[in-house]
Nanobody, 113 residues
Framework: QVQLVESGGGSVQPGESLMLACAVSGSSGDTSARGWYRQAPGKEREWVAD???????SYSPSVRGRFTIWRDNVKSIVYLTMNFVKPEDTAVYYC???????WGQGTQVTVSS
């Protein structure tokens, strides 16, 4: 059974940086695409970024140029580096693997001065 566990969330001030991690277990050897999504209070879950099997990233326009998605296939971890964060980045961030339709439990990111 594939499981995802996110970590790295917290409270930061605008302009600061944060790095999220998503550890994947139960999918030994699988390198299918991974994605990050987020859900702000009162809003629907939205796509943030994903990275293909070959390591090609894609980003939502709202985070492009500030966030970086990358993966370590040996450790089965996918990361999201968040730079120059804004208050509107406040949300619960979720890791997702479409191939298995599996989600993590989420990690809270709060950006506030």
């Amino acid at each position: 059974q594939v499981q995802l566990v996110e970590s790295g969330g917290g409270s930061v001030q605008p302009g600061e940086s944060l790095m999220l991690a998503c550890a994947v277990s139960g999918s030994s050897g699988d390198t299918s695409a991974r994605g990050w999504y987020r859900q702000a209070p009162g809003k629907e879950r939205e796509w943030v970024a994903d990275i293909s099997r070959e390591g090609h990233p894609s980003y939502s326009p709202s985070v492009r140029g500030r966030f970086t998605i990358w993966r370590d296939n040996v450790k089965s971890i996918v990361y999201l580096t968040m730079n120059f964060v804004k208050p509107e980045d406040t949300a619960v961030y979720y890791c997702h693997i479409d191939r298995y339709n599996v989600w993590g439990q989420g990690t809270q990111v709060t950006v506030s001065s």
